[in-house]
Nanobody
Framework: QVQLVESGGGLVQAGGSLRLSCAASGRSFSRYAMGWFRQAPGKEREFVAAITRSGGSTYYANSMKGRFSISRDNAKNMVFLQMNSLKPEDTAVYYC????????????????????WGQGTQVTVSS
């Protein structure tokens, strides 16, 4: 079992940057692909980014490409989301999630494929 705890959210002005962190418990962190999702008020949760177990491949939602970067440190059981050029529409609760299984882009972009979820961290971007 994996427990996930996100941190790093907060209030930032448009154009600013934030770095989210997700700390995972357990010894098997490197066996899981990791993803970030977000949910804005009144909207469904959506895919942001994902990274394979080794960190060798990363995937992004189209609207995040070029602005967001996902990375991981398997030695420290951590996954990160660097967010640059933030926009008010990036305001949401951001969740990290762990997936044990297929690592295709299609699989990792779908929230129902993930096995464990964190509680989320709020990101608010002011205009």
């Amino acid at each position: 079992q994996v427990q996930l705890v996100e941190s790093g959210g907060g209030l930032v002005q448009a154009g600013g940057s934030l770095r989210l962190s997700c700390a995972a418990s357990g010894r098997s962190f490197s066996r899981y692909a990791m993803g970030w999702f977000r949910q804005a008020p009144g909207k469904e949760r959506e895919f942001v980014a994902a990274i394979t177990r080794s960190g060798g491949s990363t995937y992004y939602a189209n609207s995040m490409k070029g602005r967001f970067s996902i990375s991981r440190d398997n030695a420290k059981n951590m996954v990160f989301l660097q967010m640059n050029s933030l926009k008010p529409e990036d305001t949401a609760v951001y969740y990290c999630a762990a997936e044990y299984g297929i690592e295709s882009e299609r699989t990792l972009a779908r929230e129902f494929n993930y096995d464990y979820w964190g509680q989320g961290t709020q990101v608010t971007v002011s205009s």
